[in-house]
Structure formats: C-alpha cells, structure tokens
Nanobody, 125 residues
Framework: QVQLVESGGGLVQAGGSLRLSCAASGRTFSLYAMGWFRQAPGKEREFVMAISWRDVMTYYSDSVKGRFTISRDNAKNTVYLEMNSLKPEDTAVYYC??????????????????WGQGTQVTVSS
C-alpha cells in the first residue's frame, strides 16, 4: 500500500512558477514509478509527466515540454513537479499517482494503482 499527499498548489499569474510535492508513505516508495496527472473542469484526467522507479526514464506530455520538470527523492519518499512559464490552460487539479512497473512507464491513468487527493493549480491571465 502507498498513500500519497500532494501539496504546493495555489494561484499564480501567467508566466509564474509553482513546485508541487507528493509525499508518499511506505517503505517501498523507491520501487514505484510516479506520475503526475491533471484534470480541468469538464475534461478528462490528462497525463502530465512520469518518472520511473530508478529515475532512468521520464515521460512528458507535449503540452508541458520545456516548461515542467519531474524529479524524485527516494530518501524523502517525495516526487516533485516543477512548473515554469505557467499558462492559464495549465489550470487544473493536479494529482500524483504511483504504480509498480518493472519495465514500462505508462501514460494512462488506469495503469496507476495509487492516487493522491489532488491539489488545485490556478493560473490567472
């Protein structure tokens, strides 16, 4: 079992930055791939970025390429999403997710077994 708690969301102006954190419980955090997803009102949950358990693979969606960075600190059981050059279209509830994958890094929300409660990110124009 893995429990996830996101933090760091808030209101920011376009062009600004935010850093989201996702703290995980459980001794085996380092074995789980971690993903960030987001969901805007009236839209489906969307893949943002993911990082493999050994930090050797990262995937990102084209919409955040060059602006967002994912990283993890296994000693702190925490994964981060650094968001720069934020745009109003980045406004959404951001969720972190964990899944145990030995050789792949999925982009589908349905592949991840554990989810946090989400943190709101609002970007004003």
């Amino acid at each position: 079992q893995v429990q996830l708690v996101e933090s760091g969301g808030g209101l920011v102006q376009a062009g600004g930055s935010l850093r989201l954190s996702c703290a995980a419980s459980g001794r085996t955090f380092s074995l789980y791939a971690m993903g960030w997803f987001r969901q805007a009102p009236g839209k489906e949950r969307e893949f943002v970025m993911a990082i493999s358990w050994r930090d050797v693979m990262t995937y990102y969606s084209d919409s955040v390429k060059g602006r967002f960075t994912i990283s993890r600190d296994n000693a702190k059981n925490t994964v981060y999403l650094e968001m720069n050059s934020l745009k109003p279209e980045d406004t959404a509830v951001y969720y972190c997710a964990a899944g145990y994958f030995t050789s792949r890094l999925p982009k589908s929300a349905s592949d991840y077994a554990y989810w946090g409660q989400g943190t709101q990110v609002t970007v004003s124009s």
